[in-house]
């Protein structure tokens, strides 16, 4: 449930500025405004100026943060409290409560829901971070107050699970979220821009369809997603996280005529997962441990349940068509790009299998 509310809250995030969003003066050539400006090395006065700061007027609200930024922040804020709100009413309040304590749920998933939390995280940095500089909010002010967004969310969703008997406070879940945000704050911090990214892709697995989670009483809990949406994000086994590499921008200089937007991508991934841990069927007590795979109800009353061995990670090389580095003229339309360059566009792939040793050829691969 979680993970649609977030969903609106990038679409809201993108088009929630006013119409004042770029909030400069005319004056300035498009040279002097430029969002990946050093502010972090020049006067306070001078980037307050460029982000249409001057420290009087109604467009201000503080220092560093016009108007506009303010509604962003003070937006954000209040679709976060509403997503905390009901995710405690949809997921915690049927569940018992008791002290607050730690689970290590490490080995879940072959780590791919470690991935997730890193590209989420680093993912809505983006969104956050590009919200901002929409507004004309300077470099500095839009990564420490914009950047933060995932990580504040995915950090009161790992109180609500210490809070929980069901669950618990993960590290492992906890270093993922500081990994993906780190990684967005420190270039851009750094660098001003994004040289290397997060990216995501999806194609659906089939194994959403093994969702009888008790043999005995048919009871279906729909942990790999119960329609489209879901599994966007809870179908670990078709889910691929990327790490993208800006080929120019890491090993050459603006001289070189190599495109700026082609650069490679070497993703992680895994398949055949119906079960957090295993594939194994349900044996003694059911539900005594949660740990057993599913089943998929092929005839009524009838299970199958996929193999364990079937449960295989997979590395990919592939080259990144990177959006973000497109050119644009059009300085809105280049925030929006930033943000949608989270997905990875399908190209042709080389995939490895440690678990076969084997290498495969995919001529598209999503």
């Given at each position: 449930?979680?993970?649609?509310?977030?969903?609106?809250?990038?679409?809201v995030?993108?088009?929630?500025n006013?119409?004042?969003?770029?909030?400069?003066n005319?004056?300035l050539?498009?040279?002097?405004?430029?969002?990946?400006?050093?502010?972090?090395?020049v006067?306070?006065?001078r980037?307050?100026?460029?982000?249409?700061y001057?420290?009087?007027?109604?467009?201000?609200?503080?220092?560093?943060?016009?108007?506009?930024?303010?509604?962003?922040?003070?937006t954000e804020?209040?679709?976060?409290?509403g997503?905390?709100?009901?995710?405690?009413?949809?997921?915690?309040?049927?569940?018992?409560?008791?002290?607050?304590?730690?689970?290590?749920?490490?080995?879940?998933?072959?780590q791919?829901?470690?991935?997730g939390?890193?590209n989420?995280?680093?993912?809505?940095?983006?969104?956050?971070?590009?919200?901002?500089a929409?507004?004309?909010?300077?470099?500095?002010?839009?990564?420490?107050?914009?950047?933060?967004?995932?990580i504040?969310?995915?950090?009161?969703?790992?109180?609500?699970?210490?809070?929980?008997?069901?669950?618990?406070?993960?590290?492992?879940?906890?270093?993922?979220?500081?990994l993906?945000?780190g990684?967005?704050?420190?270039?851009?911090?750094?660098?001003?821009?994004?040289?290397?990214?997060?990216?995501?892709?999806?194609?659906?697995?089939?194994?959403?369809?093994?969702d009888?989670?008790?043999?005995?009483?048919?009871?279906?809990?729909?942990?790999?997603?119960?329609?489209?949406?879901?599994?966007?994000?809870?179908?670990?086994?078709?889910?691929?996280?990327?790490?993208?590499?800006?080929?120019?921008?890491?090993?050459?200089?603006?001289?070189?005529?190599?495109?700026s937007?082609?650069?490679?991508?070497?993703?992680?991934?895994?398949?055949?997962?119906?079960?957090?841990?295993?594939?194994?069927?349900?044996?003694?007590?059911?539900?005594?441990?949660?740990?057993?795979?599913?089943?998929?109800?092929?005839?009524?009353?009838?299970?199958?349940?996929?193999p364990?061995?079937?449960?295989?990670?997979r590395?990919?090389?592939?080259p990144?068509?990177?959006?973000?580095?497109?050119?644009?003229?059009?300085?809105?339309?280049?925030?929006?790009?930033?943000?949608?360059?989270?997905?990875?566009?399908p190209?042709p792939?080389?995939?490895?299998?440690?678990?076969?040793?084997?290498?495969?050829?995919?001529?598209?691969?999503f």
């Open positions: 449930m979680v993970k649609r509310y977030v969903s609106l809250l990038l679409v995030l993108l088009f929630v006013p119409a004042r969003a770029f909030n400069y005319p004056g050539s498009s040279s002097d405004f430029n969002l990946e400006l050093n502010p972090f090395f006067n306070d006065a980037s307050m100026s460029l982000s249409g001057s420290g009087t007027g109604k467009d201000n609200a503080g220092p560093g943060l016009n108007r506009s930024g303010a509604i962003v922040l003070g804020a209040l679709i976060i409290t997503i905390m709100t009901s995710l405690y009413v949809s997921w915690y309040s049927g569940s018992e409560t008791g002290g607050f304590h730690f689970y290590n749920d490490n080995g879940e998933w072959l791919m829901d470690k991935v939390h890193a989420s995280c680093y993912n809505f940095a983006n969104i956050g971070y590009e919200a901002l929409m507004t004309g909010l300077d470099e500095k002010h839009s990564i420490l107050y914009g950047a933060p967004l995932g504040t969310i995915m950090t009161m969703v790992e109180i609500f699970d210490a809070l929980s008997s069901d669950w618990g406070f993960s590290w492992g879940d906890m270093g993922a979220n500081i993906g945000t990684l967005f704050m420190g270039q851009q911090a750094l660098w001003h821009e994004q040289r290397i990214a997060l990216k995501y892709s999806y194609h659906n697995s089939g194994c959403s369809k093994y009888v989670k008790n043999p005995v009483t048919m009871e279906r809990d729909y942990i790999m997603g119960k329609d489209w949406l879901d599994r966007l994000y809870e179908d670990y086994s078709g889910i691929t996280v990327w790490l993208a590499c800006d080929v120019k921008s890491l090993f050459m200089n603006d001289r070189s005529r190599y495109p937007w082609l650069g490679w991508a070497i993703g992680y991934g895994a398949e055949g997962m119906t079960g957090e841990y295993n594939n194994y069927q349900p044996a003694g007590h059911v539900g005594d441990d949660g740990n057993w795979g599913r089943g998929w109800e092929y005839a009524p009353g009838q299970l199958a349940y996929m364990n061995d079937a449960r295989l990670r590395l990919f090389l592939a990144d068509i990177d959006i973000s580095r497109i050119p644009c003229k059009n300085k809105t339309l280049k925030h929006v790009l930033r943000v949608l360059s989270a997905i990875k566009i190209t792939t080389l995939e490895y299998r440690p678990g076969e040793d084997s290498f495969c050829w995919h001529w598209f691969y």
